[in-house]
């Protein structure tokens, strides 16, 4: 292959991309059920910035395709080979703790400050900016380049689902999602969701409340339980927790935890737990203590749950969501699994050991790329050549990118390692650096993919 310098052929390009990214960051793309309508299927935000990627590709010549407005997807070349690029246009609510407006760029320090900025509209422009260039300079030959832009990753991916599913879209020959971390993610765990149920009779508790989702950690659960000073004086004395009356009967106490990723609970504090474990010491409710013990670990080792991949690590089990009322627990779990797990029985070792009934609702099989694998190498080599970290390996990670969506797809950057920027939380930034540097190996990425033999 003819040595092509990557760095002169995108540079001309880097101040355009910036405040392309800035026009993108402007626009609150959070799914917004109030403005949901046909045309729109996440709200308006997310269909303003579609229509603002969509135009981008119209201005510049590529074949756009609006996709009902629940992805845009742009394409430019000709060819049986089908490079595409998997990026987000969607964002997670902004949260608190800001220093400036989320959807107003700010920089700081050489970093552009704003919701979305690496996950995932910074990477989304430079693989944009990246095709630009490759189309400009006449090296997309013989191939054809995709950029498909979901408006709902973060929710699940129904956008990519849409995609392949009802719109019957071609899958790539090639593809990467820039929306994880470089070098680059061979391997995702398996995703289950379940939720068990158990008639159980906590005569104390009025009613018991934690958690949105199944793939977080409860960070606030609430619990009502009939008026007890004696439990109240506990919690304050052992949980500094001040307790409110409701009625003359009824009191309530709320737990706060803290929030972590369902994949990596042991990172979080579980309100839910705490709530359970501080009745179940007071009231000395040996049918709960046992249950608590159950989450304890959470890869599931107490319950026979626990498994180990050579590849994608351990099971871990996540409670995200917990309810107690007219005597029924409701336990919502986020269970992620490595290669060679058998799901099924790991559920009914939990069922047998906490006498719950559980029920799968939701499954996502392991993915998994051989080391050895072209696109895996052609990925790699790329990376190491064009930055300065030679060293770091591959990984494997608790999963969910849109590789699981597509076919021969792979997560790769944008996040360089070591790097911390803030995604999902306050205060989200990209170095502008580090994004010029994304769109120097996603433009050699998708030329070397695109004539790879
Ligand atoms: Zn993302």
């Given at each position: 292959?003819?040595?092509?310098?990557?760095?002169k052929?995108?540079?001309?390009?880097?101040k355009?991309a910036?405040?392309?990214l800035?026009?993108?960051?402007?626009?609150?793309?959070?799914?917004d059920?109030?403005t949901?309508s046909?045309s729109?299927?996440y709200?308006?935000?997310?269909?303003?910035?579609?229509?603002y990627i969509?135009?981008?590709?119209?201005?510049?010549?590529?074949?756009?395709?609006?996709?009902?407005?629940?992805?845009?997807?742009l394409?430019f070349g000709k060819?049986?080979k089908?490079?595409?690029?998997?990026?987000?246009?969607?964002?997670?609510?902004?949260?608190?703790?800001?220093?400036?407006?989320?959807?107003?760029?700010?920089?700081?320090?050489?970093?552009l400050?704003?919701?979305?900025?690496t996950?995932?509209?910074g990477?989304?422009?430079?693989a944009f900016?990246?095709i630009?260039?490759?189309?400009d300079?006449?090296?997309?030959?013989n191939?054809r380049?995709?950029?498909?832009?979901?408006?709902?990753?973060?929710?699940g991916?129904?956008?990519?689902?849409?995609?392949?599913e009802?719109?019957?879209?071609?899958?790539?020959?090639?593809?990467?999602?820039?929306d994880?971390?470089f070098?680059?993610?061979?391997g995702?765990?398996?995703?289950?969701n379940?939720i068990?149920e158990?008639?159980?009779?906590?005569?104390?508790?009025v009613?018991?409340?934690?958690?949105?989702?199944f793939?977080?950690?409860?960070?606030?659960?609430?619990?009502q339980?009939?008026?007890?000073?004696?439990?109240?004086?506990?919690?304050?004395?052992?949980?500094k927790?001040?307790?409110?009356?409701?009625e003359q009967?009824?009191?309530?106490?709320?737990?706060?935890?803290?929030?972590?990723?369902?994949?990596m609970p042991e990172?979080?504090?579980n309100a839910g737990?705490?709530?359970?474990?501080?009745y179940?010491?007071?009231?000395q409710?040996k049918?709960?203590?046992k249950?608590?013990?159950?989450?304890?670990?959470?890869?599931?080792?107490?319950f026979?749950?626990f498994?180990?991949?050579k590849n994608?690590g351990?099971?871990?089990?996540?409670l995200?969501v917990?309810?107690?009322?007219n005597?029924?627990?409701?336990?919502?779990?986020?269970?992620?699994y490595p290669?060679k797990?058998?799901?099924?029985?790991?559920?009914?070792n939990?069922?047998?050991?906490s006498g719950?009934?559980?029920?799968?609702i939701?499954?996502?099989?392991p993915?998994l790329?051989?080391?050895?694998?072209?696109l895996?190498?052609?990925l790699l080599?790329?990376?190491?050549?064009?930055?300065d970290?030679k060293?770091?390996k591959?990984i494997?990670m608790?999963?969910g990118?849109?590789?699981?969506n597509?076919?021969?797809?792979i997560?790769f950057?944008?996040?360089?390692?070591?790097e911390?920027?803030?995604?999902h939380?306050?205060?989200?930034?990209?170095?502008?650096?580090?994004?010029?540097?994304?769109?120097?190996?996603?433009?050699?990425a998708?030329?070397?993919?695109g004539n790879l033999?």
């Amino acid at each position: 292959m003819a040595k092509i310098d990557f760095t002169k052929i995108v540079k001309p390009y880097y101040k355009n991309a910036v405040i392309a990214l800035e026009e993108l960051i402007k626009i609150n793309s959070v799914y917004d059920q109030a403005t949901i309508s046909t045309s729109a299927p996440y709200g308006k935000g997310v269909k303003k910035a579609l229509n603002y990627i969509a135009e981008l590709g119209e201005l510049f010549g590529f074949e756009v395709d609006r996709c009902d407005n629940y992805l845009s997807e742009l394409t430019f070349g000709k060819g049986d080979k089908l490079i595409s690029v998997f990026a987000h246009a969607d964002v997670v609510p902004s949260g608190h703790g800001w220093e400036q407006d989320p959807f107003i760029p700010f920089y700081k320090k050489g970093c552009l400050y704003g919701r979305g900025a690496t996950d995932d509209k910074g990477p989304l422009m430079a693989a944009f900016y990246a095709i630009k260039a490759l189309k400009d300079n006449n090296l997309i030959n013989n191939y054809r380049v995709r950029l498909v832009v979901g408006g709902d990753e973060e929710r699940g991916s129904s956008c990519l689902k849409y995609y392949f599913e009802q719109l019957k879209k071609e899958q790539p020959t090639f593809g990467f999602t820039p929306d994880a971390t470089f070098p680059l993610v061979y391997g995702e765990k398996g995703i289950t969701n379940f939720i068990s149920e158990k008639n159980i009779n906590l005569p104390e508790i009025v009613s018991l409340k934690g958690g949105l989702a199944f793939n977080s950690v409860i960070d606030q659960a609430t619990l009502q339980f009939l008026a007890d000073e004696q439990f109240a004086e506990f919690l304050k004395k052992t949980r500094k927790i001040e307790t409110k009356v409701l009625e003359q009967y009824v009191m309530e106490a709320t737990f706060s935890g803290v929030s972590a990723h369902g994949s990596m609970p042991e990172k979080g504090k579980n309100a839910g737990l705490l709530a359970l474990e501080a009745y179940a010491e007071f009231y000395q409710n040996k049918e709960i203590k046992k249950l608590i013990s159950l989450f304890k670990d959470f890869n599931g080792k107490p319950f026979g749950g626990f498994k180990k991949g050579k590849n994608l690590g351990l099971t871990t089990y996540n409670l995200g969501v917990i309810e107690y009322q007219n005597k029924t627990l409701t336990l919502k779990v986020n269970f992620r699994y490595p290669e060679k797990t058998n799901v099924n029985e790991c559920i009914k070792n939990f069922d047998l050991a906490s006498g719950f009934t559980s029920k799968a609702i939701y499954d996502s099989p392991p993915l998994l790329f051989s080391l050895k694998s072209k696109l895996v190498k052609t990925l790699l080599n790329v990376y190491r050549d064009e930055s300065d970290d030679k060293k770091t390996k591959p990984i494997t990670m608790g999963g969910g990118t849109y590789a699981k969506n597509a076919e021969n797809t792979i997560a790769f950057g944008p996040a360089f390692p070591y790097e911390v920027n803030n995604i999902h939380n306050a205060n989200e930034f990209i170095n502008i650096k580090n994004f010029e540097l994304q769109m120097i190996i996603y433009a050699r990425a998708i030329y070397e993919l695109g004539n790879l033999k």
